[in-house]
Structure formats: C-alpha cells, structure tokens
C-alpha cells in the first residue's frame, strides 16, 4: 500500500512514497534557498511560484526512478497548515486535483505531526506516550505524545522560535541565509565561550521558552562589537551553547514533570551535530531513551508527511471532502 506525501508549508519542496511493506521508499526535497538567500528569509510569493513549478517533475521523478505506476498509489497526504497561505495552497490544490483523477482519498496532515513522528520512519516504533521537543524555524514547543493524534502541548516559545533566533542573530553577523548551518560551522572553530549569554526561563518551573530576550541581549553585544573573524566564531559559539542547554533543561524539567523516560527531538534544528552530542551523552546518564530523525527528514519533508498519512489511512482517518482546507495557524 503506498501513499504519497506532499510538502508545501513554507520554503522547500517534498514528495514522498511511504509503503507499508518496503517503508518509505523515496523521498525528494526541493530546497528555495538559493531563491531566498538574497532576502535574508523566505518570500512568500516567490514560495508559491516555485512550487508550481517544481511538484509535477518531482512527482515525474520519483515514478521513473523507483519504477512506480500512478494507479499504485493508494491515498495522497498533504500538509494543510502551519504554513505560508499561498503555499499551503499550492500543495493542497495539486493533492486534490490528483485524488479527484486517480478516485483515491486524500488526508489532510498537520506539518508539527509530521515533525513529530519523523524520528520513527524506518524506525523502531515509539512506544507512547513520549515527549516530543520540535525545533524549527517557526516552531518551539514540548509535546506530550499520547498515541496518533491525541498530544498535549506542555511547553512552547512565548516569542520567537530557536530556529527564527538563530537566522536572526545570523544576519546581525551579516552571515547568510539560512544561519542555522553558517552558526554551526563558525561555532566548530572556537572551544571558548567568552561570551555568557542569559538562558531564558529556565529558572522558572514551567515548561515554556522564551528567545526574544536573548535575541535583544546578543544584539546589543554585536552594536557594541567589531564583527573580526575571532569576535564573530566567539558569538557564533556562546550562542550555539546557550541554545542548547536551554533545550536541555527544559527537556529534564518535562521528563522529571511527566515521569515519561522517552524523548524524540525533530525539526531543522534538529540537525545539529553539537545538540545531538550533548543530549545523547546526558540522556544516556540519565536512561532516557532519545530519537532522531535521520539528516534527510529533520528539515520540511514529504517523507514525514506520507508516513503519518499511512498512520491515518489504516486508522480510516481520510477526508470526505472535495473542499480545500487549509490552516495557516493550524495548531496540533
């Protein structure tokens, strides 16, 4: 049984196939960084005319690629919101308009349950409940995950998310967009943190963020800085560290609140190496078991998006609808 999955929220472009008995078997990203890079972040307009342009021949490629017949796809998921309007749009008008031609149901899947559940394609299966800590660049929150589609948002970003934090603190060091990756790398170049920045909240007990204060406190200090190489790896560092043991405590602090010993962390930001580091080797001491999503399904995917589409399909959870239904505040 294979069903297709189709990502439009934002800036890249996924298409997918996950099948019950070979797992997921393609997933194709498309990334609008190059279209963006000179914006500093994504243009909505110009997201929306890329993926017009872009989900036929990806859809065209991977039926090639993977010797894949149209008529075996069973069920088409699309992402419905969190997102850009225009390009929520796009990809809920090209899942429809294919339903309606192939007879075949389409599911309409939150972006953040994407998200949620990538850590466990081709994977073991999560063993619910488990917390789940999503980090991207429009999303900051801790998930208490009950089974498929029952969660309960324990803790998330009263202001700005880790991911947009980080793109901004990027540009004010005149890096380029995206700024998670260009943090990352000049972050590897200095083994000093010269720098003390202020973890927000994590004094206070619940389980909330905040990056707003942080974002104003480390730009005061580059206002005040000559931006040199040793000056920039130097703030780069301190706040890739900061960030991270942010997460961490309030990963412990949702562990020790919910007595709940399994954690996923997803999302873009997810990708970092040094996070992954620091939270494996203290979850181990801790006998937390902690899930990743592989490289290739820790940014916008289809992969996640047709796997929990699977989930919905098996459970009859389909839409009976030809309308077009789409949330760009879609919460989980």
Do not use: W
């Not at 800590?133 to 998930?143: E, K, R």
């Not at 970003?157 to 995206?178: F, N, R, W």
């Not at 005040?224 to 780069?236: D, F, M, P, Y």
């Not at 181990?284 to 490289?295: A, E, G, H, T």
Request: proline content about 3%; glycine content about 6%; aromatic content about 8%.
């Amino acid at each position: 049984m294979k069903i297709l999955g189709i990502e439009t929220s934002c800036d890249e472009t996924g298409i997918a196939i996950y099948d019950n008995k070979n797992l997921l078997i393609c997933n194709e990203i498309y990334s609008q960084i190059i279209i963006h890079k000179n914006f500093g972040g994504p243009v909505p307009e110009l997201s929306s005319r890329d993926h017009i342009q872009k989900l036929i021949p990806l859809l065209l490629k991977i039926l090639k690629l993977y010797s894949i017949k149209i008529y075996e796809i069973k069920a088409i998921a699309y992402t419905s919101g969190p997102g850009l309007s225009g390009a929520l749009m796009i990809g809920a008008s090209f899942a429809k308009s294919l339903g309606y031609k192939l007879k075949i149901p389409t599911i309409n899947i939150n972006h953040i349950e994407g998200h949620i559940f990538s850590s466990f394609i081709n994977n073991k299966k999560p063993t619910f409940p488990f917390i789940s800590l999503i980090i991207s660049g429009g999303h900051t929150m801790l998930i208490k995950v009950k089974k498929i589609g029952i969660y309960d948002i324990i803790g998330e970003t009263l202001d700005d998310s880790v991911g947009e934090t980080i793109d901004k603190i990027a540009k004010l060091l005149k890096l380029e967009y995206p700024g998670g990756a260009k943090i990352e790398q000049l972050a590897k170049k200095n083994i000093n943190n010269n720098y003390q920045f202020p973890k927000p909240l994590i004094k206070i007990k619940n389980l909330n963020f905040s990056f707003s204060g942080l974002k104003t406190y480390i730009k005061n200090i580059i206002n005040k800085t000559q931006l040199t190489k040793n000056n920039v790896e130097n703030i780069a560092y301190s706040l890739q560290e900061t960030i991270i043991d942010t997460l961490l405590i309030k990963c412990f602090n949702a562990i020790e609140f919910t007595k709940i010993n399994t954690l996923s962390i997803a999302g873009g930001v997810s990708i970092n190496k040094k996070l992954k580091i620091k939270f494996i080797k203290l979850i181990k001491n801790n006998k937390v078991k902690i899930f990743f999503p592989k490289k290739n399904l820790c940014t916008d995917n289809g992969g996640m998006i047709s796997f929990v589409g699977y989930q919905k399909f098996i459970r009859n959870k389909i839409e009976n609808t030809n309308n077009i239904n789409i949330h760009t505040k879609l919460k989980i």
